[in-house]
């Protein structure tokens, strides 16, 4: 039969008297307060390793550092990992591994930022810039730690606070934080993506910044002729009309390559990466939703292309810096060139085109959403749409889009301006007069 021990109190503890030997004082279930002829007190809690079968100690700290009440709480705690199979000693172990450094946050964000740009071949400025941004607005606060002990609510709190500088970084920062957190639940850090949360439960959300377009849609004409009148370069020029009557993004046009477009399928393939020009900054820039944008070619358009290809088809660029033919035309050319024109910077500028387009088109209400935020490359929010509307490309009534936008443009730059609503009611009359056959070309 098992000694029956009664336990200690605070008084015996504290009035415990070194001797020449070290002597201990049992509280039960393991639970010694050992007594060193130094006079320091420590407790140690000793138990059976049922595994190893042994006897095993672990020394929980110094009396009255350490009081009595708070080595029953550890006692009872290891007590508990040892009717759940777990060695105490092994636990602790795994608990000052972490705190040595293992799972800080610090520590976790940098392997997922080396992981992820290995996976999306993340340029090294790409990576450094979205590194800086944790430097200055996330380390600070959360760098030491660890990942598992943070909460949902030092997450948020931490993200207004970057809210009320830039609502921008906190946006990309929380996307940013539920990519890294399902990192560190893949890898087995951490058992629940608390990141996640931060998407429903925290509005980050700011006033759109509109880019320059034009008040009303009858300016179009003037921006027509004033691209015909313009004195600037053949490529500035043209490079314009391609985004009027495509509604690319600047990028998307300028850094475009000659074997991404078919003549004889009247397509334009722009890659989600492009070939990274040595010592081009962002030549590698394909579309903007980071996957393959399909765009049919209008008559109006495969005619520009033409007349381009006759100045730059020895190159395989198709817009070409007018100073040096192994770069690009730059981002300042066309603005600069709407400039000239006459248009100040807060009427219009080069994204303003693609406003105009949806604006128009829409109007016209002749095409169904989804075809036209496809056309668009517009990424869709909700995951599952996007991946319906890209397997459903909608291509058909996306040549009819383009073919019907080429149309209108022509149309207001050689006769009076009609609306798009306009527009669409004679597409209308003219099909019904050619017997419910639709005109769009």
């Known amino acids: ?152 609510k030092e997450l948020m709190i931490l993200l207004n606070g970057v809210y009320e500088k830039s609502a921008d970084h906190a946006q990309r920062i929380r996307a940013d934080l539920i990519s890294i957190y399902a990192y560190a639940l893949q890898h087995g850090f951490i058992e629940t993506n608390i990141a996640r949360d931060l998407k429903d439960t925290l509005n980050l959300s700011a006033p759109k910044k509109h880019r320059a377009t034009f008040e009303s849609l009858d300016q179009i004409p003037d921006l027509i002729n004033g691209i015909k009148k313009d004195t600037g370069h053949f490529l500035t020029k043209s490079c314009l009309t391609i985004v009027l009557h495509t509604f690319l993004r600047s990028s998307e046009v300028r850094y475009a390559r000659w074997n991404e477009i078919n003549f004889e399928k009247k397509e334009w393939r722009i890659p989600a990466r492009r070939e990274l020009i040595k010592g081009v900054e962002y030549s590698d820039r394909g579309a903007k939703s980071k996957r393959e944008h399909l765009v049919p070619l209008s008559p109006q358009v495969i005619e520009i292309l033409k007349e381009i290809h006759m100045y730059t088809g020895n190159s395989n660029h198709v817009f070409p810096s007018t100073i040096d033919k192994n770069k690009f035309l730059s981002g300042e050319a066309p603005n600069n060139a709407l400039r000239r024109m006459g248009f100040d910077k807060a009427e219009i500028c080069l994204h303003g085109f693609r406003a105009l387009a949806r604006s128009s088109l829409a109007e016209m209400g002749l095409f169904q959403r989804d075809a036209l935020e496809k056309q668009m490359s517009h990424v869709e929010e909700n995951d599952t749409v996007g991946a319906y509307t890209h397997i459903a490309e909608y291509l058909e009534e996306r040549r009819k889009i383009m073919n019907v936008w080429s149309n209108w443009l022509t149309h207001i730059e050689n006769q009076p301006y009609i609306t798009p609503h306009e527009y669409a009611d004679l597409l209308k009359l003219k099909s019904k007069e050619k017997k419910n056959e639709v005109v769009f070309f």
């Open 1 to 152: 039969m098992a000694k029956k021990v009664k336990p200690i109190t605070d008084t015996k503890c504290a009035s415990a008297k070194p001797s020449d030997k070290e002597y201990p004082l049992h509280d039960g279930d393991g639970l010694i307060l050992l007594v060193r002829p130094s006079g320091t007190k420590s407790w140690q809690f000793k138990y059976k390793n049922k595994i190893a079968n042994k006897v095993s100690k672990m020394t929980l700290g110094t009396y009255p550092e350490l009081s009595l009440s708070k080595a029953r709480e550890y006692r009872s705690a290891y007590r508990t990992m040892l009717a759940e199979g777990l060695d105490p000693k092994e636990q602790k172990h795994l608990q000052n591994q972490k705190k040595d450094n293992q799972h800080t946050f610090h520590r976790i964000t940098l392997a997922w930022l080396d992981d992820y740009a290995k996976k999306t071949n993340l340029a090294d400025k790409t990576k450094h810039k979205r590194l800086r941004k944790f430097e200055n607005h996330v380390f600070p606060i959360m760098k030491d730690k660890l990942i598992e002990k943070i909460t949902l």
